[in-house]
Nanobody
């Protein structure tokens, strides 16, 4: 059974950095997407960054230039390098995986339990 497990969350001051990791067993689909999402209390879940099996990345405008998504060669560990953190980045961060459709979209069907990120001003 494919599982996702996040780690690396914590508390930092504004301007600091954190690196999130998501360990996964190999995803079965040949074409897949892995992404990071976040949800703050009282807010909707939002996509932060994604990377697909072709190595194509995409970021939310709010994190462009500050966050970097990457995966190891075996594609079993997903990372999110977060720099210049802001208080508004505080949220529970989740990794997710799903098949990459013909149009590039992804119906994520696997989710981790989440890791908390708290940024203080």
């Amino acid at each position: 059974q494919v599982q996702l497990s996040e780690s690396g969350g914590g508390s930092v001051q504004a301007g600091g950095s954190l690196r999130l990791s998501c360990v996964t067993t190999a995803y079965s689909a040949r074409k897949f997407v892995m992404g990071w999402f976040r949800q703050a209390p009282g807010k909707e879940r939002e996509g932060v960054a994604r990377i697909d099996s072709d190595g194509i990345t995409d970021y939310a405008d709010s994190v462009k230039g500050r966050f970097t998504i990457s995966q190891d060669n075996a594609k079993k560990v997903l990372h999110l390098e977060m720099n210049s953190l802001k208080p508004e980045d505080s949220a529970m961060y989740y990794c997710a995986a799903g098949p990459k459709l013909w149009n590039g979209r992804c119906p994520y069907d696997l989710w981790g339990q989440g890791t908390q990120v708290t940024v203080s001003s």
